[in-house]
């Protein structure tokens, strides 16, 4: 509840009889800001027909959580409560988050009536495993928001990546200079996944190959990890020839040191001196064996001459399109919630305002569907 209310979501919460053995009514309508519904006939402002104004009202249902005896109901088209009543006057899309204890979850009725209700086309989320609320541990448990988020932007996402094979590289890789030490960069990851989180949205098939980060998996995508540039390399180079779009949004580094020290530099006699040798140019090397008809998007992070080294990173490693963002500014580049990038081609620029991490991302797909389409 709280978690849809922060991404602004507009919630009318539907209670069954049982839910009001778990949570007061009052305590939804804090959270929602409106009124709880729950007694078919009961006086209410939506009037007797309350299962259709407020199946009329609604974008989505979401049924979290879904027991038992909520899906048998609404898998044999019961309309018996306010709740299944609404679900079978609806015609928008309906989500369910099954949460029991793993023998109901297992048993043959229950997966029959969650076949049934896949089969009417509705969306079943497959619970989380842990400790229940009986005590037992298995499946059975409410899945994560961040899934449960994804799997309700999806509803609403328009699905022009259907079917795209995607390759996106995210966050900083790390070079060692000794046991304890290695050469980084301030890259959290964030773009590179929200690049991520957009493209599934929107239908993607994703690959992230990733170095060392700190955010969870981004629900649906397959996550490579990988530690330094040569292995990033390895690991893209491997995907390459299989994908129609790759997006590189890691911050590789482009030198390492000439020698990992086997034994922890000490702080003794003269400074240390580090020999540096580079790495390889993963952008490079894919715009040198590019797939025909395959889309390369590189980024830029740049302190100055913004426009003037995106165009030459565009040219010389043979990219599509080159995201150009800059690294000084304090809302912008590493390690931040937001970016303000330009966006190069051959044929334009398109400077985009000053946006979430995840806006941006999705006005690059934006881009990215029509370079796709031809229509660069
Ligand atoms: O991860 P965040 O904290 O969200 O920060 C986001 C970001 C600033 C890292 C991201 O927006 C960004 O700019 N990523 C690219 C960083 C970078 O390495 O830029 P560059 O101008 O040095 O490299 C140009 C392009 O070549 C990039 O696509 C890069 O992935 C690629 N590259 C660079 C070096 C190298 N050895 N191999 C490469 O493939």
Redesign the pocket.
């Known amino acids: 509840m709280r978690c849809l209310a922060r991404e602004e979501a507009r919630v009318t919460v539907v209670m069954t009889r049982a839910a009001e053995q778990f949570i007061s009514r009052l305590t939804f309508g804090a959270l929602s800001g409106n009124r709880v519904h729950g007694d078919m006939f009961a006086d209410d402002p939506a009037g007797i027909m309350a299962h259709i104004t407020l199946s009329r009202e609604a974008d989505c249902v979401l049924i979290a959580p879904a027991t038992a005896q909520t899906i048998a109901r609404l898998a044999h088209g019961m309309a018996d409560d306010l709740l299944s009543a609404t679900v079978l006057a609806a015609d928008i899309p309906v989500v369910l988050c099954p949460a029991m204890n793993t023998n109901m979850l297992r048993h043959p009725a229950t997966r029959d009536n969650l076949e049934r209700l896949r089969g009417i086309g509705y969306t079943v989320i497959e619970p989380a495993s842990g400790t229940l609320a009986c005590g037992e541990v298995g499946a059975g448990r409410m899945p994560g928001w961040d899934l449960v988020r994804e799997t309700l932007l999806a509803l609403f996402a328009d699905q022009d990546l259907e079917g795209r094979r995607i390759l996106i590289?995210?966050?900083?890789t790390r070079e060692p200079l000794d046991p304890v030490r290695y050469l980084s960069n301030?890259?959290?990851?964030?773009?590179?996944y929200a690049l991520a989180r957009t493209a599934r949205r929107r239908g993607g098939e994703v690959r992230l190959v990733t170095g060392p980060?700190s955010l969870s998996d981004p629900p649906g995508v397959e996550v490579i990890r990988v530690t330094t540039?040569q292995e990033m390399?390895d690991a893209v180079l491997a995907l390459a020839g299989s994908v129609d779009i790759i997006v590189?949004?890691?911050?590789?580094?482009?030198f390492r040191p000439r020698s990992c020290r086997e034994l922890k530099i000490k702080k003794s006699g003269a400074d240390p001196c580090i020999e540096l040798e580079p790495?390889?140019?993963?952008?490079?090397e894919l715009g040198r064996s590019r797939r025909s008809g395959q889309l390369l998007v590189?980024?830029?992070?740049?302190s100055h001459d913004h426009e003037q080294?995106g165009r030459r990173?565009l040219e010389e490693?043979n990219l599509d399109l080159v995201?150009v963002?800059d690294?000084l500014g304090s809302r912008t580049?590493?390690?931040?919630e937001t970016?303000q990038?330009t966006l190069l081609t051959a044929r334009d620029r398109r400077q985009l305002p000053l946006l979430s991490?995840e806006a941006t991302a999705d006005r690059i797909w934006d881009r990215v569907v029509e370079l796709g389409r031809g229509s660069g």
């Open positions: 590289t995210a966050g900083p301030r890259s959290s990851g964030r773009m590179g980060v540039a390399r590189g949004a890691a911050a590789v580094a482009d790495n390889p140019d993963i952008m490079a590189g980024f830029a992070a740049e080294e990173k490693k995201v963002n690294i580049g590493f390690d931040v970016n990038v991490k």
